[in-house]
């Protein structure tokens, strides 16, 4: 990396030039990334449910209905209406001829009582549709506009999963355009603020285009070799701006401290030995915190690593390559266009060379004081923010969550209303593989007994015969064959409540131990719940482990000093327990939901959500410690053997920057909180809310506290040397220990 460096600086348009052109290849390649993502699995294919699954369309082709049509009629008209009628018909014709749909049931070809609703205004079209998750969510991409809407006497709502997912897929391209919208005049003020001037504003815009470009690129590719979920576009793309501007901000500030000292050419040496070794380390504990997720089989977990792992990568190399040439090319034009005058310069500069302490600073050796007092506050504080994370109910998101002008909520809600959801469209199913109906009848029609016998079942379907809870039996009819093959038998059990509840969990669990005349598989919602949950849980553990070990062992070869390096990652933990916290608060239990523009309140947590925001926020807020810790470690070296001056003075050359720098991200994932989409809405509030804290609270005031109480503790390295003085920085004096009030100083804002 120092290499491609020093390449910037001898040979920077060449640098640029490559740069540029890769840009453009990134660009034309990674154009029809879009088309190529997914909603995102969440199932692991080799869990039970989905094996359910397999098994149900392979042998019965009974899966669930893909796409359900909520058919209302108009006016004074009812279901039986000759208009309505033959309106239902047309559709169904329509449908069946699309050489994309499998299987059309309508209500008004079998007159079910089922697909009926209770106060008879409307029933249910079910369609099957042909292919895998990623073909039959193209097909309702296709389909929905034309089903939605008026039909003559028929008012049509359309759900299911595919349109679930292309209702999701539709909201997320559109969401990103609104955030990049929203985002941009915000970010483009605080930029020229924080950079203070339009032309170093735009630097880290630079950064950040090269970044999503080649993201963009690498997940166009990984689409051909792997399934891609469509959140991955939309958290890598503001991911890779807040980091652009993060890593841009810290080399520039560190740039012009060090020119106005010793000069252009020995600025950028010192720069990128110093703040651009701390951006290595700091992007490398991103990617190896977003990597931990890679131990799961979710899907959505996966792609989000993937384009994460990228953007980070290609910020880091825009970073640390093309923004040195970039400001060998610019010079001193990099101040063009500034907002401060050169008077408010010169005293900034001349503050620096006095080695005068800010706010920070100040904040800073006043926590020191009483560190004790200052680490018990707020760490109590902390945790009391994290306690409602106590109360977390996992469960998975459903229709519930899509957005409440979208036709998916309005079916939603009407199958909720009117009809059975679990005995309908999402029942519990039970396959018996192979079984011989012929010669084991009696034992299936034992089995089915007991299983209607089990808690929380309305009632059983399968080839036998219809069985209740109450005893109440049917012999087999006309629909019973459906539920034989030459590949064995399965069973549909009705449940009442939600499809994803922790009943229907249960439920799931006591069939797979239930004696059998075969052995079964279980799939459904229930088992979808149980069996994603038991994936994630088991390899949470791992993700957990490898995430901190890694990132302890980046924060111990930067700083050499274990106590410091274990203190970075407890503080970090806290704070991400504070956010998770907050999270359930406002999500979950849904306080402050108007202040975040209404959303679905379940009273559960999507079981995915925390450990994706955990993968996300760990690398995120450990990005600013490592950016901490490198200075203070400069600091110590400077002022050794006075810490506490170390830790002040580091403090204060960076406190005010990834304070902005947090600012800026905060803008950036608020356009995420913008999104109709629930889970893009908490990843942005999630991540806001850890960098905010973490950047305000944590580093600038509990850091500093913790440090002071370990004492010399901290500076203990089993590798330490024997220290040998090191010179100040050219045209500065030597740093000296601060005196016990900032009054001698004058007021600086660093």
């Given amino acids: 990396m120092m290499r491609g460096s020093l390449g910037s600086r001898s040979r920077p348009w060449v640098v640029l030039a490559v740069a540029a052109g890769l840009a453009a290849v990134c660009a034309w390649f990674g154009a029809s990334a879009h088309a190529r993502l997914s909603p995102g699995g969440i199932v692991p294919a080799t869990t039970e449910a ?29 279901l039986a209406d000759p208009g309505a009628t033959a309106e239902a018909e047309r559709l169904a014709q329509r449908l ?106 735009l630097l880290p815009v630079a950064v950040g285009v090269l ?78 915190s977003l990597a931990a997720l890679l131990v799961f089989p979710h899907t959505i977990l996966r792609s989000v690593a993937y384009g994460g792992m990228a953007v980070t990568a290609f910020a880091a190399v825009g970073s640390l390559v093309v923004l040195p040439a970039l400001l060998v090319v610019l010079g001193d034009r990099v101040d063009r266009f500034g907002i401060r005058s050169r008077r408010h310069r010169a005293r900034r500069l001349a503050e620096h060379r006095a080695e005068a302490l800010g706010r920070w600073g100040r904040t800073a050796r006043a926590a020191m004081r009483r560190p004790g007092l200052v680490t018990v506050t707020l760490t109590a504080a902390l945790l009391l923010l994290a306690a409602p994370f106590t109360r977390v109910q996992t469960s998975l998101f459903d229709d519930r969550v899509a957005p409440a002008s979208s036709t998916v909520a309005e079916a939603g809600a009407l199958l909720r209303a009117g009809y059975r959801l679990n005995a309908v469209i999402a029942p519990t199913t039970v396959v018996l593989p192979h079984f011989d109906l012929r010669r084991q009848a009696a034992a299936l029609d034992a089995y089915a007994r007991r299983v209607a016998l089990q808690t929380g079942v309305d009632k059983v379907e399968t080839a036998t015969g219809t069985y209740t809870a109450d005893g109440r039996e049917r012999p087999p009819d006309a629909t019973a064959a459906a539920f034989a093959s030459s590949r064995g038998v399965w069973l549909s059990v009705a449940t009442s409540g939600e499809p994803y509840s922790t009943a229907n969990r249960d439920l799931a669990r006591t069939l797979r131990e239930l004696p059998a005349p075969a052995p ?202 024997p220290k040998s003085p090191v010179p100040p920085l050219a045209g500065s004096p030597a740093l000296a220990p601060a005196g016990p009030t900032g009054a001698e100083h004058p007021r600086s804002d660093r």
């Fill in 50 to 78: 989905a094996r359910a699954d397999q098994a149900l369309q392979r042998g019965f082709g009974a899966t669930p209905p893909q796409l359900v049509l909520v058919a209302r009629v108009t006016g004074a008209r009812t």
């Fill in 96 to 201: 069946s001829a699309d050489r994309s749909v499998s299987q059309v049931v309508s209500y008004w070809r079998t007159g079910a009582p089922s697909l009926r609703a209770a106060d008879g205004r409307s029933a249910l079209v079910l369609v099957r549709l042909r292919g895998g998750e990623q073909e039959t969510t193209r097909t309702a991409e296709r389909l929905l506009p034309r089903l939605a809407g008026h039909h003559g006497p028929l008012d049509i709502a359309v759900t299911g999963e595919a349109a679930s997912r292309a209702e999701a897929l539709r909201t997320a391209r559109e969401d990103q355009v609104r955030a990049e919208l929203l985002a941009l005049p915000l970010t483009a003020l605080l930029l020229v603020v924080v950079f203070g001037s339009v032309v170093a504003a």
């Fill in 211 to 288: 970044a999503v470009l080649g993201t963009t690129a690498v997940l166009r590719l990984l689409t051909s070799v792997t399934e891609v979920a469509v959140s991955a576009a939309n958290v890598s793309s503001a991911l890779g701006f807040a980091l652009a501007v993060d890593y841009s901000l810290f080399l520039l500030a560190r740039y012009r401290e060090e020119k106005a000292a010793t000069g252009t050419e020995a600025a950028l040496r010192t720069t990128l030995r110093t703040a651009g070794r701390a951006v290595a380390f700091s992007a490398g504990t991103v990617i190896l």
């Fill in 520 to 721: 079964v598989l279980v799939g459904g919602p229930g088992a979808v719940l149980n069996d994603v949950r038991q994936a994630l849980f088991t390899r949470l553990p791992l993700c957990l482990f490898l995430a901190g070990a890694a990132l302890f062992a980046l924060t111990l070869a930067l700083t050499r000093r274990p106590v410091m390096a274990l203190t970075a990652l407890l503080l970090n933990a806290l704070s991400l327990a504070a956010s998770f916290g907050a999270l359930v608060f406002v999500f979950q239990e849904g306080h402050l939901a108007g202040l975040l523009g209404g959303f679905p309140v379940t009273g559960t947590t999507d079981a995915l959500t925390p450990v994706l925001v955990f993968g996300i926020a760990f690398g995120l807020s450990m990005d600013y410690e490592i950016l901490l810790l490198a200075r203070i470690c400069e600091e110590y070296r400077r002022t050794a053997p006075d810490g506490a001056a170390a830790i002040v003075r580091g403090l204060d050359r960076t406190a005010r920057l990834f304070t902005w720098a947090a600012l800026t991200l905060a803008v950036v994932m608020a356009a995420l909180a913008a999104s109709e989409l629930i889970l893009l809405k908490i990843i942005g509030v999630g991540l806001a809310l850890a960098v905010v804290l973490d950047a305000t609270v944590v580093r600038g005031l509990l850091a500093p506290a913790v440090l002071a109480l370990a004492g010399r503790a901290a500076w203990w390295s089993p590798w330490a040397r």
